[in-house]
């Protein structure tokens, strides 16, 4: 089966990418799982894998150092839109993060970046609105199942490339 391409679009700063390195490991109507190498590798970051939520408007990532140690989860807040004629989903960043690191601490992030854009008119009142709705269901869930669970389609696909 022939994935579509995945793009990620970003309005700070304004640039749309082709996610041409991604390795796509499940696509069905609720989810994609990847694996993926990091566009600028940094100390705690050179690789990992992401769950796309597309119906909950977020993705999770599980982010490893140039070590192969966990570092985090990250979840960015996301809009999703499909282009059939370039048989492509583009996935925009809706600024709004939230980070998750091994000792439970959970860190959200990028808010003053949201209302920037929203101020910039690089977003629009629906966007910004659905950001932070997605925001709000994230952090609903990471407190009601916990971040374990959110994460197991990454885990399972983990399970079966070391299988």
């Given at each position: 089966?022939?994935?579509?391409?995945?793009?990620?679009?970003?309005?700070?700063?304004?640039?749309?990418?082709?996610?041409?390195?991604?390795?796509?490991?499940?696509?069905?109507?609720?989810?994609?799982?990847?694996?993926?190498?990091?566009?600028?590798?940094?100390?705690?970051?050179?690789?990992?894998?992401?769950?796309?939520?597309?119906?909950?408007?977020?993705?999770?990532?599980?982010?490893?150092?140039?070590?192969?140690?966990?570092?985090?989860?990250?979840?960015?807040?996301?809009?999703?839109?499909?282009?059939?004629?370039?048989?492509?989903?583009?996935?925009?960043?809706?600024?709004?993060?939230?980070?998750?690191?091994?000792?439970?601490?959970?860190?959200?992030?990028?808010?003053d970046e949201l209302v920037e854009a929203h101020n910039k008119n690089l977003?629009?009142?629906?966007?910004?609105?659905?950001?932070?709705?997605?925001?709000?269901?994230?952090?609903?869930?990471?407190?009601?199942?916990?971040?374990?669970?959110?994460?197991?389609?990454?885990?399972?696909?983990?399970?079966?490339?070391?299988?």
């Amino acid at each position: 089966m022939a994935y579509p391409s995945l793009y990620r679009e970003r309005f700070i700063p304004k640039e749309c990418s082709l996610l041409k390195d991604d390795t796509i490991l499940r696509w069905d109507e609720d989810l994609i799982v990847t694996s993926w190498e990091a566009f600028h590798k940094k100390p705690y970051l050179s690789h990992g894998y992401s769950c796309y939520y597309l119906k909950k408007g977020f993705k999770i990532s599980k982010f490893y150092d140039p070590n192969n140690n966990f570092h985090c989860w990250y979840c960015d807040i996301v809009n999703y839109r499909f282009d059939q004629e370039q048989n492509a989903l583009f996935v925009s960043d809706l600024l709004a993060d939230v980070a998750i690191f091994p000792s439970g601490k959970v860190k959200v992030l990028d808010l003053d970046e949201l209302v920037e854009a929203h101020n910039k008119n690089l977003i629009d009142t629906v966007l910004l609105k659905k950001s932070l709705l997605s925001l709000n269901r994230l952090l609903d869930d990471i407190d009601k199942i916990g971040i374990e669970k959110i994460a197991e389609p990454i885990e399972n696909a983990i399970k079966g490339i070391n299988q």
